[in-house]
T-cell receptor, first 114, second 114 residues
Framework: GQQVMQIPQYQHVQEGEDFTTYCNSS?????IQWYKQRPGGHPVFLIQ?????EVKKQKRLTFQFGEAKKNSSLHITATQTTDVGTYFC??????????????FGDGTTLTVKP | GAVVSQHPSWVICKSGTSVKIECRSL??????MFWYRQFPKQSLMLMAT?????????EQGVEKDKFLINHASLTLSTLTVTSAHPEDSSFYIC??????????FGSGTRLTVV
């Protein structure tokens, strides 16, 4: 079945440093979504990438989708303490496969030292 | 739009009892609802998919007789954990899981079985 691997599992940074988390799928994806989950909270949708090679930005966050639509990354520039949480990617298989279910990566937990 | 209301937020129950978790779509009609379980420091694992008016589909390894799912209307899906045991203690989250509604999630239910 479809597998989505995410690295690193944990990342500790000093406030102001950059942060990147990477996602790799075992199969070509229809789209990939990114979520942020604060401790004790539920996942909050950040963005969806659909096109090969797509790059999207949200303020200090930059999301990329690989040309082969099998990998993706989330980069945060100049981290702030408000960025702490666990970032998950979730990949949706090609249309007609997997009944529309997204497979979640294991998540990267970011801690930011003030 | 795409608001999902999930109740209860947390529940503590005795071993052997049953607990019902509700997810209501407040401003849209959900023909499908994905139910996830998340253990501490782990990713979201899909348990089952409820379908309005028909039987739910369960992921491999999930006991359908233990986790009863009902999706009787387009605005309500329920998950009942029957004969709960301490190992069922987890964070349960629902999601309509479609890009039409922005991949929203319910706020989650933290179940503790004592």
């Amino acid at each position: 079945g479809q597998q989505v691997m995410q690295i690193p599992q944990y990342q500790h940074v000093q406030e102001g440093e950059d942060f990147t988390t990477y996602c790799n799928s075992s199969t070509t994806l229809s789209n990939i979504q990114w979520y942020k989950q604060r401790p004790g909270g539920h996942p909050v949708f950040l963005i969806q990438l659909v096109k090969s090679g797509e790059v999207k930005k949200q303020k200090r966050l930059t999301f990329q989708f690989g040309e082969a639509k099998k990998n993706s990354s989330l980069h945060i520039t100049a981290t702030q303490t408000t960025d702490v949480g666990t970032y998950f990617c979730a990949g949706l298989g090609p249309r007609g496969t997997n009944a529309g279910k997204s497979t979640f990566g294991d998540g990267t937990t970011l801690t930011v030292k003030p | 739009g795409a608001v999902v209301s999930q109740h209860p937020s947390w529940v503590i129950c005795k071993s052997g009892t049953s607990v019902k978790i509700e997810c209501r779509s407040l401003d849209f009609q959900a023909t499908t609802m994905f139910w996830y379980r998340q253990f501490p420091k782990q990713s979201l694992m899909l348990m089952a998919t409820s379908n309005e008016g028909s039987k739910a589909t369960y992921e491999q390894g999930v006991e359908k007789d233990k986790f009863l799912i009902n999706h009787a209307s387009l605005t309500l899906s329920t998950l009942t954990v029957t004969s709960a045991h301490p190992e069922d203690s987890s964070f349960y989250i629902c999601s309509p899981g479609t890009s039409n509604y922005g991949y929203t999630f319910g706020s989650g239910t933290r179940l503790t079985v004592v």
